[in-house]
């Protein structure tokens, strides 16, 4: 799927400068007839250090001067995660279509507000769940579909990280007014839950879950710290009230059940999401830090290991590998399939949207919702439709 070639460019402005901002902008450059015309940050020196290195026109620090742009046809938001619904409540009103980071908002009714405004003012809208677009995620899916697993009986696995396992360790999304009031599963463990439903055409009805904070209290730097990034400056003692690990038993579907643990003290683990679905016929189990291998698994005949190869793999899956086999397709590729699919919509008003839309983001925050209350009251809690 791409662009036509024969048509103007489209003009894009990027808000925020921390890591997924960056990882959008290249992710962009890699993207047929689209080109970065401004990013917005917090500080004028870090947007025109940005802007500068990859040959972007304009910087500011009130994205507001790129809203009012009327070059400008749509909007990434790579902000810190209570600035997503202002931004792309605004970005939607000056009539721009606008691909937001996980989370939409940071509650349910603001999302909910945001979705029925993206339907009103009939633009464009993406989430960015860009796990999807793994090549061999989308494998799985098509297994699934197609019946190669038979009927879904569990579905579980993990999401492990150890970036903020030390007491000094700090980002943003540790307080609680910048990300929110969930962090490991409003960060990574959304992620899980979204492959999840996405891979099995199934729905989480019902939950129950257990967070834990095991550092009360951080060292919060004096200075700025990059994402993924140990700080070098000293910290003052700050009180946390975000969890570092949650843990979730769920029902799903109609009868099939599932378990998911997400961590970011988990020492060793960089980026390690596993998810395994387990059927009546076979099983089939992905990891991300090993993304072009699936892993296959059979009761009566020899397990497989599936590597990635365009030629081999399920037709509609296909679509999402872009190199011939034995040649590695990663994280950054992915925001290149999902850019590449968005896009395409713009461009062509009667293309499907094929990939997830602010609808999923609102899905996202009922289950994160439904975490939250189920931990509060020590007790199972159904998950809104």
């Not at 019946?147 to 030390?166: I, P």
């Not at 990891?287 to 397990?303: C, F, K």
């Not at 609102?362 to 199972?380: D, Q, V, Y």
Request: with cysteine; net charge negative.
């Amino acid at each position: 799927m791409g662009l036509k070639t024969d048509m103007k460019k489209i003009k894009v402005a990027i808000l925020g400068t921390g890591f997924m901002g960056r990882v959008h902008l290249e992710g962009l450059r890699r993207t047929a007839n689209v080109e970065v015309a401004g990013i917005a940050g917090r500080t004028l020196e870090a947007a025109q250090k940005l802007a500068s290195g990859f040959d972007v026109p304009k910087a500011v620090t009130d994205y507001h001067e790129l809203l009012a742009d009327p070059e400008i046809d749509a909007v990434h938001v790579c902000t810190p995660n209570a600035l997503h619904y202002q931004m792309s409540k605004d970005a939607l009103l000056a009539n721009k279509h606008v691909l937001c980071e996980k989370p939409l908002a940071t509650s349910v009714e603001a999302s909910k507000e945001i979705v029925d405004l993206a339907a009103e003012r009939k633009l464009r809208n993406a989430i960015c769940h860009n796990l999807r677009f793994y090549p061999m995620v989308q494998q799985m899916r098509r297994m699934i579909e197609d019946g190669d697993l038979g009927d879904v009986l569990a579905v579980q696995g993990r999401y492990f990280q150890d970036w903020l396992l030390f007491p000094t360790d700090w980002n943003w999304r540790i307080e609680e007014a910048a990300g929110g009031e969930l962090r490991t599963m409003g960060d990574i463990g959304s992620h899980w839950f979204d492959l999840a439903e996405h891979l099995t055409g199934l729905r989480v009805s019902s939950l129950c879950c257990d967070l834990q904070t095991f550092h009360k209290t951080r060292k919060r730097p004096t200075g700025s710290v990059q994402t993924f990034t140990q700080s070098a400056t000293p910290g003052v003692d700050t009180p946390v009230s975000t969890e570092d690990y949650g843990s979730v038993i769920f029902h799903m579907g109609d009868r099939a059940r599932g378990t998911m643990a997400a961590s970011q003290l988990a020492a060793g683990r960089k980026n390690g999401l596993m998810i395994e679905v387990c059927g009546s016929k076979a099983s089939v189990a992905w990891s991300q830090e090993r993304p072009d291998e699936l892993w296959v698994g059979h009761r009566d005949t020899a397990n497989s290991i599936y590597i990635k190869d365009p030629g081999l793999m399920k037709p509609a899956a296909s679509l999402y590998a872009d190199l011939p086999g034995g040649h590695s397709e990663g994280y950054d590729d992915t925001f290149k399939q999902i850019f590449r699919r968005f896009y395409a919509s713009i461009a062509d008003p009667s293309a499907p949207a094929d990939y997830p839309q602010f609808a999923d983001g609102l899905r996202g925050m009922k289950i994160m919702h439904a975490e939250s209350e189920s931990n509060r009251t020590r007790a199972w809690v159904d998950v809104a439709k």
